[in-house]
């Protein structure tokens, strides 16, 4: 790519509704997965323990607030990377290792390169009124997206290195697959279905097939009508039948950095009533200020 190209990509701006949703739904995910553990009646006096906890709530509450949203989401990536590292790899806290973790931190990572707080957020809100008050234009809700793509260029990555750690015969002809079910289902009894051995096959070849193909195809804007439907019910297949955690919720959160940011801004005006069908959202939001407000994340 030439630095032309890299230039027109760093600059390329757009509605933030996707990737402010994309904030929103992290958080929830975040506090679904550690709240629990990070209680501070759980510390037991560890003063290390209380201190974690404090930090995780109070950048978390502010970023899915988004109050101060470039600084919080930072401070929301410096506390998930010293949970992974510090605790999870030195601490000895295997299960703040797995890779569903390691998913959500790494994208909350990426969330602090984008402007997630100029949508469904208190900076915007207040921004609003600032503007209001001085009569100047409304800022509209718009930014540089390039951080968008690591979040999407993040999920291609995991299903190319997924599908090539499938990439095997014992993935490849059912066994691993088998083994998972009645693990789950049966223990170590065989499950009684005939022909069972032969499904797992054609599933596990699915399955490796599938995730050489969706990190590409998710980023061809005219199949979307049927990719992301086939992505999403992937994963809830996958949440419905093993034990997967917070991985299809984020996933499907993650599709959201797919989609054109216009077409989930306008998606989302026709929901609220705001514009009629087949009529174009962007025409009905006020002018971009490129002063004051409009130009902080």
Same mark, same amino acid.
């Given at each position: 790519?030439?630095?032309?190209?890299? %230039?027109?990509?760093?600059?390329?701006?757009?509605?933030?509704?996707? %990737?402010?949703?994309?904030?929103?739904?992290?958080?929830?995910?975040?506090? #679904?997965?550690? +709240?629990?553990?990070?209680?501070?009646? &759980?510390?037991?006096?560890?003063?290390?323990?209380? *201190?974690?906890?404090? +930090?995780?709530? !109070? #950048?978390?509450?502010?970023?899915? !607030?988004?109050? &101060?949203?470039?600084?919080?989401?930072?401070?929301?990536?410096? %506390?998930? @990377?010293?949970?992974?590292?510090?605790?999870?790899?030195?601490?000895?806290?295997?299960?703040?290792?797995?890779?569903?973790?390691?998913?959500?931190?790494?994208? #909350?990572?990426?969330?602090?390169?984008?402007?997630?707080?100029? #949508?469904?957020?208190?900076?915007?809100?207040?921004?609003?009124?600032?503007?209001?008050?001085?009569?100047?234009? =409304? /800022?509209?809700?718009?930014?540089?997206?390039?951080?968008?793509?690591?979040?999407?260029?993040?999920?291609?990555?995991?299903?190319?290195?997924? *599908?090539?750690?499938?990439?095997?015969?014992?993935?490849?002809?059912?066994?691993? =697959?088998?083994?998972?079910?009645?693990?789950?289902?049966?223990?170590?009894?065989?499950?009684?279905?005939?022909?069972?051995?032969? $499904?797992?096959?054609?599933? *596990?070849?699915?399955?490796?097939?599938?995730?050489?193909?969706? /990190?590409?195809?998710?980023?061809?804007?005219?199949?979307?009508?049927?990719?992301?439907?086939?992505? $999403?019910?992937?994963?809830?297949?996958?949440?419905?039948?093993?034990?997967?955690?917070?991985?299809?919720?984020?996933?499907?959160?993650?599709?959201?950095?797919?989609?054109? /940011?216009?077409?989930?801004?306008?998606?989302?005006?026709?929901? !609220?009533?705001?514009?009629? /069908?087949?009529?174009? @959202?962007?025409? &009905?939001?006020?002018?971009? @200020?490129?002063?004051? *407000?409009?130009?902080?994340?």
């Amino acid at each position: 790519m030439s630095v032309g190209r890299w %230039v027109e990509f760093a600059n390329r701006r757009g509605s933030t509704r996707a %990737v402010g949703l994309i904030r929103i739904g992290l958080v929830l995910l975040l506090w #679904s997965r550690f +709240a629990n553990e990070l209680q501070l009646f &759980k510390s037991h006096g560890n003063p290390w323990h209380i *201190a974690l906890s404090l +930090a995780f709530f !109070l #950048s978390t509450t502010a970023l899915f !607030l988004g109050w &101060k949203t470039r600084i919080s989401a930072v401070l929301t990536a410096a %506390v998930l @990377s010293w949970m992974y590292v510090g605790w999870g790899f030195y601490g000895d806290r295997s299960d703040w290792t797995h890779h569903n973790t390691y998913l959500l931190v790494i994208s #909350s990572v990426w969330l602090a390169f984008t402007p997630c707080g100029r #949508s469904f957020s208190l900076d915007r809100f207040l921004d609003l009124r600032r503007a209001e008050a001085a009569g100047r234009e =409304l /800022p509209k809700e718009e930014g540089y997206l390039w951080g968008t793509t690591l979040l999407s260029a993040q999920v291609s990555a995991l299903y190319l290195f997924s *599908a090539w750690d499938k990439s095997s015969w014992f993935f490849l002809s059912g066994q691993h =697959l088998e083994q998972t079910l009645r693990h789950f289902y049966t223990g170590s009894d065989p499950i009684g279905i005939p022909g069972f051995g032969v $499904l797992c096959c054609v599933l *596990a070849v699915g399955t490796v097939g599938l995730e050489y193909f969706l /990190p590409v195809a998710l980023y061809v804007r005219r199949w979307h009508r049927w990719t992301v439907p086939l992505g $999403l019910a992937f994963h809830g297949v996958l949440y419905l039948v093993l034990s997967v955690a917070t991985f299809s919720l984020t996933m499907a959160v993650l599709y959201l950095a797919y989609l054109d /940011p216009q077409d989930v801004h306008d998606a989302i005006e026709r929901m !609220l009533g705001r514009v009629s /069908p087949g009529e174009p @959202s962007h025409h &009905k939001q006020p002018p971009s @200020s490129h002063t004051g *407000a409009a130009d902080r994340g």
